[in-house]
């Protein structure tokens, strides 16, 4: 079995879901994706940059790939989630080697 490819310091999750991101954009489900490009202000000093930013032909997604959750990084995504109602944000995570998916 082929290694999974790492580009742009991401981690094997990251790279996993940046694959499935890659034949929904040949497929034209999705129109493009970025990783780690955008940087949502939340409160004073206080960021949140999605893993993905991903553009759909009818709207914005910020997903965020974990393999486990931290406190923190799940209020920032309802957080973020609150303050930008125009887009929509989704967590991605494998458990048990399934793909569950969850939105905020």
């Known amino acids: 079995m ?3 490819e790492r580009p742009n ?4 999750s990251e790279a996993s879901w940046a694959k499935q991101l890659e034949l929904e954009k040949r ?3 999705v129109k493009d994706y970025l990783f780690e490009a955008v940087k949502l202000r939340l409160a004073d000093k206080t960021f949140y940059t999605p893993d993905f930013f991903v553009v759909y032909p009818d709207r914005f ?4 790939v974990k393999g486990f959750w931290r406190d923190d990084a ?6 973020a989630a609150s303050q930008y109602p125009w887009m929509r944000f989704k967590a991605v995570q494998w458990k048990g080697g399934k793909l569950v998916t969850e939105e905020f």
């Open 9 to 12: 310091g991401m981690n094997k």
């Open 61 to 64: 997604e910020c997903h965020e």
């Open 74 to 79: 799940r209020v920032k995504i309802k957080v």
């Open 2 to 4: 082929k290694p999974i």
């Open 27 to 29: 497929a034209g489900i």
